[in-house]
């Protein structure tokens, strides 16, 4: 019989080396899409995985934005999540074509940045999500 405490330990290394690590999704030779170290992605994830990764991408994003604005730092927090829920949703590519909203924002016209956030199809598709956002952008206060 093992013991269950150390059962993991002695399991994990030898399971890592075999499935072998992978960032990006893949198909095994079964067929089935897999991540990480052979994580069938049918098998779904848990909460908590969910919400590890979450935190991880709003991390990322957070960077992208950050790099890619040198006048992030002028924008209140409230504006700062605006740019980092749009380019989470969007992609930092995604997010770059928002020019009009941009140079607003840049020269401070939070006005004109709300009014070009809600003139676009991502505003259509998102509803709520970008009617909120570009209150925020507009307020510069959390909704």
């Not at 994830?45 to 991408?57: M, P, T």
Request: proline share 3%; hydrophobic share 40%.
């Amino acid at each position: 019989m093992c013991d269950l405490k150390q059962f993991p330990e002695k399991v994990l290394p030898r399971i890592r080396r075999a499935e072998g690590f992978s960032k990006i999704p893949y198909q095994c030779p079964a067929g089935y899409l897999t991540i990480g170290y052979g994580h069938n992605l049918e098998h779904g994830i848990s909460a908590e995985a969910a919400e590890f990764i979450l935190r991880e991408d709003v991390s990322r994003v957070q960077g992208e934005v950050q790099n890619a604005f040198i006048w992030w730092t002028k924008l209140t927090e409230a504006r700062q999540f605006v740019l980092v829920d749009m380019c989470f949703n969007l992609g930092l590519s995604g997010l770059k074509k928002f020019t009009k909203m941009l140079t607003a924002l840049e020269a401070g016209d939070y006005e004109t940045a709300s009014a070009e956030m809600l003139n676009s199809r991502w505003a259509e598709q998102v509803g709520r999500r970008a009617r909120e956002n570009a209150a925020m952008m507009k307020s510069g206060e959390w909704i």
